[in-house]
């Protein structure tokens, strides 16, 4: 067969031939060909330029081809690309451990390298679920967690995201059964709300202490769940109950790590620590895939006691070099750019450039939280059409059900900012 070479022919192959994320192949959606990415702009095989409000997906922290995360993955690449982690370690690894153990709450102390988040929180609720029958409790084996979350796609994930908005339906005979509370309260709700919400939650783990193992949530910021923001408070109810029930506290921070919500991670703003931390996504500055699974000393004693005596998990590109060359690099470069000066900065601009949108027609709800932005609006976002707006404004989105949003790198310069709200707002209108 004839190797296809022009932009057309190559698309013409790619609609014919290549899956992308949640399509079909008999009706693919349009995708766009980006040739290049410099920055915060991504550009297409046109040549027009686009303001990437996604972050690709909330990970690309330091906008595209950054000449540090350039050269740390030159060197690594120079050195090695990739050795096994079974049996074999190294630098790169090793330091990449210790910094996450620096930088995330106090008393987490081992380190799980994954090869993607989905995994990362697979290997989260093996760890969870070890553990339980290393101190003796194999029958407790569901976990307890919220409505509207997102923990990734593969079959342990899928059963403690959403079961409404998630694949439960399609999937249902094959799910493990978790115990759902209802979604807490929007963050500033009332008292009496927050305490319905507590009391609610209190009484489920109650019922269903004697089963359960672990209570997994994504903190204060439910990503792709429905980009819901709830209470802190949340979050220290949920430590509490955990504890009163020995439950194992997982933190999903894969969406929220490396201050997207405004705290260096949600466990910090909470004064939080959860029993296991998962993080991903920003982790290597959107490079490449790397996530990481970190738990405190009692989880990994506990699941070292189980019969296998070992964690069961050994994905082959563990540790891969590479990836936490270039973490440790993003690291560096978020400790020394004042990240958080910058998630405030774009934060206030984001809150001023769509706060004009609330109460506008087909508008259900603004909300923003750290360098956040997402409008809500009252009916399915039509995909294409938003997404050809945004375009015409010269900026990148991917809208998903009712919510057009952003998450830019934290280098988006103020009237970049600006452009992503016109953008906002114009697909809103369309959409
Ligand atoms: C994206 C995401 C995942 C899954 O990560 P992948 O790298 O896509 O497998 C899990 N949890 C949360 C909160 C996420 O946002």
């Known amino acids: 067969m004839s190797q296809p070479r022009t932009a057309p022919d190559l698309l013409a192959y790619d609609r014919d031939h290549v899956w ?17 990415a410099s920055g915060v702009r991504l550009r297409l095989d046109d040549g ?10 909330w990970a690309a922290l330091h906008g595209y081809n950054h000449p540090v995360l350039n050269a740390a993955l030159a060197e690594q690449a120079g050195r090695m690309a990739h050795v096994m982690f079974g049996g074999l370690t190294h630098e790169p690894a090793i330091r990449l451990a210790q910094r996450l153990v620096e930088i995330t709450p106090a008393g987490l102390e081992h380190v799980f390298l994954a090869d993607s988040g989905s995994v990362a929180m697979e290997v989260a609720l093996k760890m969870v679920l070890q553990h339980q029958r290393g101190v ?42 978790h115990v759902f509370a209802d979604r807490p309260p929007a963050e500033g709700c009332s008292e009496a709300d927050l305490a319905a919400w507590t009391a609610s939650f209190r009484a489920l783990a109650a019922a269903h202490a004697h089963e359960l193992a672990g209570i997994v949530v994504e903190p204060r910021l439910q ?4 980009m819901w923001v709830y209470p802190l ?41 959860p029993d296991v931390l998962a993080v991903g996504k920003a982790l290597t500055g959107g490079y490449l895939t790397m996530a990481a699974v970190l738990c405190t000393g009692e989880v990994a004693r506990g699941l ?21 060359s ?24 984001l809150e001023a450039g769509l706060a004009p949108l609330r109460g506008t027609p087909g508008v259900a709800d603004v909300r923003t939280l750290g360098a956040v932005g997402v409008v809500q609006l009252d009916h399915p976002v039509d995909v294409a059409k938003a997404t050809e707006a945004a375009i015409e404004e010269g900026v990148w989105l991917r809208p998903f059900r009712d919510l057009i949003y952003t998450m830019p ?18 697909a809103s209108e369309v959409a």
């Open 223 to 226: 990503g792709a769940g429905g």
């Open 48 to 57: 027009r330029e686009l303001v990437d409000g996604m972050s690709s997906w």
């Open 233 to 273: 408070e949340c979050l220290r109810v949920m430590r509490e109950i955990a504890d009163e029930h020995d439950l194992v506290l997982v933190f999903d921070e894969i969406a929220t790590g490396f201050g997207r919500t405004g705290s260096l991670f949600a466990a910090d703003a909470a004064g939080v620590r």
């Open 136 to 177: 003796g409790h194999p029958e407790r084996t569901r976990m307890l967690t919220i409505r509207g979350g997102y923990h990734g796609d593969t079959f342990g994930c899928m059963s403690v995201c959403d079961p409404v908005g998630g694949m439960h339906a399609m999937f249902a005979d094959l799910l493990p059964q």
């Open 326 to 349: 270039v973490a440790l690099a993003s690291l560096d470069l978020l400790e020394q750019g004042d990240w958080a000066a910058n998630v405030a900065r774009i934060g206030a601009g």
């Open 409 to 426: 790198p934290y280098v988006t310069a103020d009237e970049d900012v600006s452009l992503i709200c016109r953008a906002i707002a114009r």
């Open 304 to 324: 070292s006691a189980s019969e296998s005596g070992v964690l069961m998990h050994g994905p082959t590109f563990m540790g891969n070099p590479l990836a936490c």
């Open 20 to 36: 992308h994320p949640y399509t079909s192949m008999t009706d693919p959606a349009p995708v766009r060909m980006v040739t290049g």
